[in-house]
């Protein structure tokens, strides 16, 4: 929701290349400290470099052009088929086992995302071009997010979350650099027309999403652990939800509610089923 109202304010390249680039001169004392820690591998390079192309630089590119065409309501739940796209990517390429029950849960998620991206209005023929573009977008986002994460997992164990983290901001920012380069060209004065508002979303973009989140959460996981953080995280898009029909006076369609419903069970039977079937296996051992 924050970013659907800074976006306002900022061009949606620019935005994603200033928070990135700031990001990474926040980081960038704590990321020197761990490298002389650890020694980066020249051969994990080309992965550490997709994870930044994947996990931030589509992922925000295809976010912020996606908010700027639909609803933050459908946004924050359309975010709900990241652990799906998760559970189908440890299967496929990682090689994780995978029940029949969890690949119902699949089904039902991608069935209440078809629902809310618009697919029953594009049968009939009655559908908004640009919210079924900006739906199609988030999904996008989602998608890139899993890939690059998948990437991730791969090479975790070498290297601490925080030098992955910062290389990934710093290949965005130099990704970034040249579209948002283009949007001052072909408009030169938008930086003039920023408002405190404008800067104060930027800033909370930056500090809350981009770094304080990270410390937060692996906070967080090493209190409750990760079924627990797992849940809080699910329940995240229903608070944005609410926000967004509060403050920006979004309102629930009936497709949205029948979406909904689909992907929130099909979450539930596909991931958090899995996990605590296996936590249940694991008392019985």
Not at 84 to 102: A, H, P
Request: net charge positive; glycine share 6%; hydrophobic share 55%.
């Amino acid at each position: 929701m924050v970013a659907k109202v800074t976006l306002q304010e900022f061009p949606p390249m620019s935005l994603a290349f200033l928070r990135f680039a700031l990001a990474s001169l926040f980081l960038a004392p704590f990321f020197l400290s761990q490298t002389k820690k650890v020694k980066i591998d020249k051969k994990d390079l080309p992965k550490l470099v997709a994870i930044g192309v994947f996990i931030t630089s589509l992922n925000i590119a295809f976010f912020f052009e996606g908010i700027q065409k639909t609803t933050a309501i459908n946004a924050s739940l359309l975010t709900l088929v990241i652990p799906v796209f998760s559970v189908l990517s440890g299967w496929w390429f990682l090689k994780e086992k995978i029940l029949v029950i969890n690949l119902v849960g699949i089904t039902l998620s991608l069935a209440g995302a078809m629902i809310i991206i618009g697919l029953p209005q594009i049968l009939s023929g009655n559908f908004s071009p640009e919210t079924l573009t900006g739906n199609t977008l988030i999904v996008l986002a989602s998608l890139s997010w899993v890939i690059g994460a998948t990437i991730s997992k791969q090479i975790s164990h070498k290297y601490p979350t925080l030098i992955i983290t910062a290389i990934a901001f710093m290949v965005s920012t130099m990704v970034m650099f040249i579209p948002a380069a283009l949007e001052y060209l072909e408009d030169p004065g938008w930086p003039s027309k920023v408002t405190v508002l404008g800067l104060l979303g930027l800033s909370y973009i930056t500090l809350l999403s981009s770094i304080s989140a990270y410390f937060l959460f692996e906070w967080g996981l090493s209190k409750v652990g990760i079924i627990a953080a797992d849940l809080f995280q699910y329940i995240e898009p229903f608070i944005a939800t609410f926000l967004a029909i509060a403050i920006l006076e979004e309102q629930i369609s009936t497709s949205f509610t029948i979406g909904a419903v689909f992907i929130v069970v099909g979450l539930y039977i596909g991931t958090l089923a899995k996990q605590i079937h296996h936590r249940h296996k694991a008392h019985r051992v």
